[in-house]
């Protein structure tokens, strides 16, 4: 079994003359073993300079080079549904299915969407973002094809990481006793994006390499080889002992045929394990062990670090004096957000480099990064503090606070709706839970924030990350519905910050707070204001503050109500245009005195926020204005009903209209409507 190995990542377009022949998956399966491995080595390279090309995941696409071509020469793909899970690893089935040379664009604005999308391909025959619900989804898919007696496989790939949330278990559970026509791909890497938590992960790792086993394997052949027939037997024994105690036992209680672990990276053995699974009745379920990472030297030594990289920058030319051996310090990539990390790194490649004019100014710092240095110095100050994180360690930056305090760290693996009511018994016990989440992540614990958390008004802090049009990861993660699905639980406390020291004064002003209360605040940096490095400012709760005020010589006048990072934008367009700017920075409560001197001082509210305009911050203000009788103009801004694509942030704001000019437009077209 050959494979091309890479120590760099290709910086010009790798030779592919078999790959570029492909125009759909079918034509692997006319292809010999030699060639199907040709393909693979060819597609590993593109997909390595591809990347390199425009930044995304990394590690998991290399990991299953091998296996998607196997699973697309198996499967009659598209007629075959073929699920990936979460969809990190799909980059290869993109290359395959027809977006070889879009592959470039991909997180990139008006590109390719960063995971399977149904409307982009026929081959993309469920749309992914989350972790764990392609067991779901294909068993639906397995039981529609049933129902309607068609004659078609499915097939779901999920990795070892997805595979520790209940939900996965819960579909393993209904497909055994319904006896659907469904393959299940285990691939098991032992990593998601960070090292896999849990007794299941432990479990797969270690059973079938344990002493026990493997003395059993051994004691039992020498004993049984004095035997006449004793080979076969001996062969049968060691099969019947491994369904006793591997992974098998588990997945066949629960009522699949189980097949595995085999090599994920060799292509004679998947072939032939899915020609053996293929066909067969009833769930199916095969075990397959990869590295992720694999082909590429520096991301099997780092699988985190590489989970994701950086658009590479091209290297400018060097100067004639400089030692031409030096390799660029851009050669590998940049790891992308998941490594905040200890201040060596998380002070990284990535952030900008201030200009000369600016060397006084701080640094933007990341929001996280902000958080994961209050979360220690909070834990400093209170033993009683719990930090929680459902599988998001590193993007949370939560690394440097497991390394101070591992006996108050809690990595619960993709299992949201676990963390969320293991913070609740927490809380019952006197103990100060800290839930670091992504805004798009706590939909999935809703009810147990609201069943376990809310109804018992337990006192548990929600940092929520990615807040807003997070960028090139598109509809599946931008949070933009949180402020509206927070606001209607009675006693949440819900703040949003305008920058960097106001998020970490909110913090903790949440962490005082008796009762459930929640900071969202955005992906990447802030717009660099000084941060406090003590514990002790906070802001007080329900109170906005005023930052500019409306000289008394306007015409029209105008009040910006802005929450969160959309102050920024309205900063500049209440100089345009002489208006009012209240940074609101509570959401729940409003700060009411505030509202209704803005309403009796001016003639046109503009709400402004990075949530969806229904239910979100400026619907709270136009109920209290209702609840009071107060009649005034206003007019809500903010993400509109639509899902809203992938891009960088400023290019989604620009199109939501929510940066100044589109805010000033808004503002200005009123204006002319109501003249009219």
């Not at 039981?143 to 819960?170: N, P």
């Amino acid at each position: 079994m050959s494979m091309k190995l890479f120590d760099e990542i290709p910086t010009q377009r790798p030779l592919t003359p078999l790959l570029d022949t492909l125009e759909s998956p079918a034509a692997l399966r006319d292809m010999s073993l030699s060639q199907q491995r040709q393909v693979a080595d060819e597609l590993r390279a593109y997909l390595l300079y591809s990347v390199g090309c425009s930044g995304g995941h990394f590690g998991a696409g290399l990991g299953v080079v091998e296996l998607t071509v196997a699973l697309h020469r198996a499967l009659e793909t598209p007629h075959d549904r073929l699920l990936w899970d979460v969809g990190h690893q799909a980059y290869p089935h993109k290359i395959l299915t027809g977006r070889r040379e879009a592959l470039s664009s991909i997180r990139q604005y008006g590109g390719l969407a960063a995971f399977p999308r149904r409307e982009e391909s026929p081959y993309d025959t469920f749309g992914v973002g989350h972790s764990s619900t392609s067991i779901s989804a294909a068993l639906g898919m397995a039981l529609s094809a049933r129902t309607k007696g068609e004659k078609r496989r499915v097939c779901a790939v999920i990795g070892d990481g997805a595979l520790t949330a209940g939900m996965a278990f819960e579909a393993l559970a209904h497909a055994g006793h319904v006896d659907a026509n469904l393959l299940v791909v285990l691939n098991d890497n032992e990593m998601s994006i960070s090292e896999n938590v849990g007794g299941m992960a432990s479990y797969l790792t270690r059973i079938l390499t344990s002493k026990p086993y493997a003395a059993m394997r051994e004691n039992g052949k020498r004993v049984l080889s004095h035997l006449p027939g004793a080979l076969e037997f001996a062969r049968r024994t060691e099969e019947h002992v491994k369904g006793m105690i591997g992974p098998a036992t588990l997945f066949e209680e629960m009522g699949f045929n189980y097949l595995g672990p085999i090599d994920g990276h060799d292509l004679a053995a998947l072939n032939q394990a899915l020609e053996t699974v293929r066909d067969l009745d009833g769930p199916q379920f095969l075990h397959v062990r990869t590295r992720k990472g694999r082909g590429f030297r520096p991301a099997e030594a780092d699988p985190i670090g590489f989970h994701a990289i950086t658009k590479l920058e091209k290297t400018p030319p060097r100067p004639p004096a400089m030692d031409a051996t030096t390799p660029p310090s851009s050669a590998l990539g940049a790891p992308l957000t998941s490594d905040p990390g200890p201040k060596s790194r998380s002070e990284d490649m990535s952030r900008p480099k201030p200009r000369s004019e600016d060397m006084s100014r701080p640094k933007p710092r990341k929001y996280c990064n902000v958080f994961g240095d209050w979360l220690c110095d909070m834990a400093a100050a209170d033993p009683r503090l719990i930090g929680i994180t459902p599988a998001m360690r590193e993007g949370s930056d939560l690394i440097r606070f497991s390394q101070l305090y591992p006996e108050r760290y809690f990595d619960v693996a993709i299992a949201e709706q676990h963390a969320v009511t293991l913070a609740a018994g927490m809380a019952c016990e006197a103990m100060k839970p800290v839930v670091a989440i992504y805004s798009t992540f706590l939909q999935r614990g809703y009810d147990q924030l609201v069943h376990d958390i809310a109804v018992q008004h337990l006192d548990v802090t929600f940092a929520i990350d990615r807040a807003g049009l997070v960028g090139e990861d598109g509809p599946t993660h931008h949070g933009a519905l949180d402020l509206s699905f927070l606001r209607c639980i009675p006693g949440m406390l819900i703040l949003a910050p305008a920058d960097e020291a106001e998020c970490r004064a909110m913090l903790s002003t949440a962490y005082d707070h008796d009762g459930p209360a929640a900071v969202r605040y955005p992906r990447g940096t802030g717009p660099g204001s000084e941060i406090p490095t003590d514990l002790v400012a906070r802001i007080p709760v329900g109170k906005a503050e005023l930052r500019r005020e409306a000289t008394a010589q306007q015409d029209a006048r105008i009040a910006l109500l802005a929450f969160g990072s959309l102050n920024t934008p309205a900063s500049d367009v209440a100089e345009r245009l002489n208006a009012t700017h209240l940074n609101m920075r509570s959401v729940k409560p409003l700060d009411r005195e505030a509202i209704l001197k803005a309403a009796r001082d001016h003639d046109l509210l503009v709400t402004l926020e990075e949530n969806v305009v229904a239910g979100g911050a400026g619907s709270g203000v136009v109920e209290l204005l209702a609840a009071e009788g107060v009649q005034v103009q206003v007019l809500n801004l903010g993400i509109p009903d639509t899902f809203v694509e992938h891009g960088k942030p400023a290019e989604l704001l620009r199109d939501c209209g929510l940066d100044a000019d589109g805010i000033e437009a808004a503002i200005r077209l009123r204006l002319h409507t109501n003249n009219d």
